[in-house]
């Protein structure tokens, strides 16, 4: 999704929770808590943010560039069917109900007739005050919320650094609020390998940031598929099926794994290698005992727990 300086994608929840990445730009986003709390503030490239299932919440781009982000959902079948509007909502609400919600003579309340029968969705207005007043002004009558809905990747030192490159790993034990939603930011240099490994717990949904890889997975028996990617094509591997990416450009190939899950696990071929008697390697898959030896000396990422 792209927004101009001071579009607005606006005041809306969704039925399933929502994690984005902040690919361009800037923008101010707001969410309110499950205990009515409001958190507002402003997000830069590479921050993350999550949405509560059902939370109301908006986004609205900021100058010079506007922005665009990713929005990554936890469940496969989400539909915008499934989005409630604030404004296609009160456009179907009788005026003389909104007045007494409000408490308000009805000639306060005119029924907006004219932003069409889908809601406004999208829409331009003006760039927003200093976030310094729209947090005091949303302050005004209850506490802003305590809890965090955004997370600074970028800022958080990488998960795991070899020579080929480096990851982020953000789940609920570092982002608390992403409790469905975890993901892996992953930087492979030129001629980098994302090295053999498979997730034991939930399916991987991967976004080409930048770059140009190549990934191949193992589906068992005799079964493998080769595919070529680039930035905004969208990958997937059913849970436990090996696979790897490797680097084929002249740049940082950059790119997202996204797991429904609140917890991110991986199991890396060369970490469990490393752990067997070498003789037991060495007769599986016919090396030379002395190379099946070495392997215990490489050194291999171990994912926190």
Known sequence: MRLTPGGIRELHWHATAEWAIMLT????????????????TDVGVGDLWFFPQGNPHSIQGLPPDGC???????????????????????????????????????????????IGPGGKW??????????????????????????DFTFRLMEMKPTYKTKGGEVRIVDSHVFKVSNTIAAAHVIVHPGGLRALHWHQNADEWQYYISGKG??????????AR????????????????PHYIENTG??????????????????????WLKTLPPELTAQT???????????????VPVIPA
């Open 226 to 241: 080769t595919q070529d990617f680039e930035q905004g094509d969208v990958g997937y591997i059913p849970k436990t099926l």
């Open 285 to 299: 898959i016919d090396m030379d005992p002395q190379k099946a030896a070495d392997l215990a000396k490489q050194d």
């Open 68 to 114: 665009e982000f990713l929005l990554v959902f936890d469940d496969g079948k989400f539909s915008e069917d499934d989005t409630t509007l604030l404004s296609s909502w009160l456009r179907h609400t009788p005026p003389e109900v909104l007045a007494k919600n409000w408490q308000a003579p009805p000639s306060a309340v005119q029924k907006p007739y004219d």
């Open 25 to 40: 730009g800037k923008a101010r986003i707001t969410n309110l808590d499950d205990h009515g709390r409001m958190f507002v």
């Open 250 to 271: 002249n740049e940082d190939l950059v790119f997202l794994e996204t797991f429904r899950t609140d917890t991110f696990m991986e199991i890396s071929l060369n970490g």
């Open 214 to 223: 190549r990934m191949t997975v193992f589906f068992n028996g005799t079964l």
């Open 122 to 147: 999208i829409f331009q207005a003006d760039i927003p005050p200093s976030l310094d007043q729209d947090q005091k002004a949303a302050a005004q009558h209850v506490p802003l919320s305590p809890h």
